[in-house]
């Protein structure tokens, strides 16, 4: 007894070759002991001495001495990677007790390991009868069944699962997982409510749901989940990120930027928080606040981005020399830039100096035939006088081709298409007009729908319809833009419009 308990306190004191003098010790006092014997075995072990090993628990015809020796002796050989000598023990395990499921179940491992998938699923389906309430035996086997690729295999052994435990959260947890990574959001999604449902407190859970809400677009849902998580966890600051842009997407801008607050300076997602509250205060003319959230984001990422941003705003707080000047100081630099040029024609934009702008953007196209954005201002901008609407429709239609999901280049089209109807109108030609403003209304809706709502669009949809005579469209649409907070420069002419309205619709 003594020297067994040296050999433990030893062992765990890490003194292993003292802790085997005294467990063989052991052993020769009590040769028949299974406690001391397995003591010893264990010991060889964690030595990796299988062959030491093999003689403490093998009897003489090569077979284990009894099932706590199998069990043992599986896992030597399993760890030292003597996979068909463990495989050799799992047979035997099966075969002395067929009903017991652990044997089966070291089958499987040692199957698994070879990358015998379907050897392993058939030792798994075998534990399931002896033992068909396991959940976990369940998981392995839908587990190998997602590995080799049989995913709708799978989805039948988590239906089976949920049959059996219907609220049970790991397996929801695991339908969850391979249904994200199968791509079926609407089922992940689903699946993850049914945990938040049963599983209050898995905030991991809530965050993920959130997640797939704000990728499909449901801002208000994916806001409502990522909220609960920021109030057990104040420092989730990625979710603070993606909280403050959903809020933006239902047109919360005071929540949006409490929210972008939130996110710490050291980490990776600052600068960008400071770049959409820059957005933020641009939206609402706030331009000095919006420039000073550049700043800050400059300092703790600089890039080519926020320095354009920069100068941008630099021109609409009013400083357009500084502006431009900083634009050709970087332009000096890089000479053949297009990203500088297009930008120098923004700013110039800005100020209504449209020819000199397009001839920024002209440049622009000559270094680069493939810049979308400078595609789009030109062709929008001789939309805007009613000159070259061919030529712009070109221009724009090219843009789109280079970027098919940006919906302020369809809202361009859509603008192509209206001032094309609109000397038709005027000229009584209604069923030519009228054929140019059903196109239009076209793409500014998918416009919209690309952009998940912007004012400006709203505003141009309202447009067309009042061209259309459908006034109380055209009413709901300036509504709706005045609802969204247009910029205080196109708040006039929208009022106007709005108020003209209402007069008549009385």
Not at 235 to 254: H, I, S, W
Not at 487 to 492: G, S, V
């Amino acid at each position: 007894i003594l020297h067994r308990m040296m050999a433990e306190i030893l062992a765990r004191s890490g003194e292993l070759d003292r802790a085997v003098e005294h467990a063989r010790r052991a052993r020769e006092l009590a040769p028949d002991d299974p406690s001391v014997r397995s003591i010893l075995a264990q010991l060889y072990r964690i030595q990796q001495n299988s062959g030491e090993a093999e003689k403490l628990l093998l009897d003489a015809q090569g077979h284990p001495i009894d099932d706590d020796s199998a069990r043992l002796l599986y896992q030597i050989y399993l760890e030292a990677n003597q996979d068909d000598a463990a495989l050799g023990i799992a047979r035997w395990m099966t075969e002395q007790d067929p009903d017991e499921p652990r044997g089966w179940l070291a089958l499987y491992q040692v199957y698994e390991k070879q990358q015998r998938p379907l050897d392993a699923e058939q030792a798994l389906r075998k534990s399931l009868e002896i033992d068909p309430g396991n959940l976990r035996i369940y998981a392995a086997l839908a587990r190998s069944m997602r590995n080799r690729g049989d995913k709708d295999g799978a989805m039948r052994v988590y239906r089976e699962m949920l049959h059996k435990a219907p609220d049970d959260h790991a397996t929801l947890a695991a339908l969850a997982e391979a249904q994200i990574n199968d791509e079926d959001v609407e089922g992940a999604t689903e699946t993850l409510e049914r945990i938040e449902a049963s599983y209050p407190s898995d905030l991991e859970s809530v965050k993920r749901l959130g997640y797939l809400l704000y990728e499909a677009h449901r801002f208000a849902e994916a806001v409502t989940r990522f909220e609960r998580v920021l109030a057990a966890s104040p420092q989730e600051y990625e979710v603070a990120f993606f909280d403050g842009v959903a809020l933006r997407r239902v047109n919360r801008d005071a929540d949006a930027m409490r929210a972008f607050e939130r996110v710490a300076a050291q980490h990776e997602y600052y600068a960008e928080a400071r770049t959409q509250i820059a957005a933020i205060h641009e939206r609402h003319g706030r331009y000095k606040e919006a420039l000073a959230e550049v700043e800050r984001a400059l300092a703790a990422e600089p890039s080519r981005e926020l320095e354009l941003y920069s100068a941008t705003l630099r021109s609409k707080t009013g400083d357009f020399e500084g502006a431009v000047g900083y634009l050709e100081g970087l332009l000096a630099s890089n000479p053949d830039d297009d990203e500088l040029l297009y930008n120098l024609g923004v700013v110039y934009g800005e100020k209504d100096r449209d020819d000199e702008a397009i001839r920024y953007m002209q440049r622009a196209l000559e270094k680069n035939p493939d810049n979308a954005d400078a595609l789009n201002f030109i062709g929008y901008t001789w939309a805007e006088h009613g000159e070259n609407l061919e030529q712009a429709e070109q221009y724009i239609t090219r843009a789109i081709e280079l970027r098919p999901d940006n919906g302020y280049i369809v809202d361009s089209l859509g603008w192509v298409y209206y001032m094309r109807a609109k000397p038709m109108m005027a000229a009584g030609d209604i069923a030519g007009g009228r054929k140019w403003l059903t196109k239009a209304i076209e793409e500014l809706q998918r416009a919209h729908e690309l952009t998940g709502g912007d004012p400006v669009i709203s505003e141009h949809i309202g447009d067309a319809y009042l061209l259309l005579d459908d006034r109380r469209r055209a009413l709901a649409k300036f509504e709706e833009a005045a609802v969204m907070g247009p910029r205080p420069e196109e708040q006039p002419a929208l009022k106007e419009k709005l108020e003209s309205l209402r007069r008549e619709l009385e």
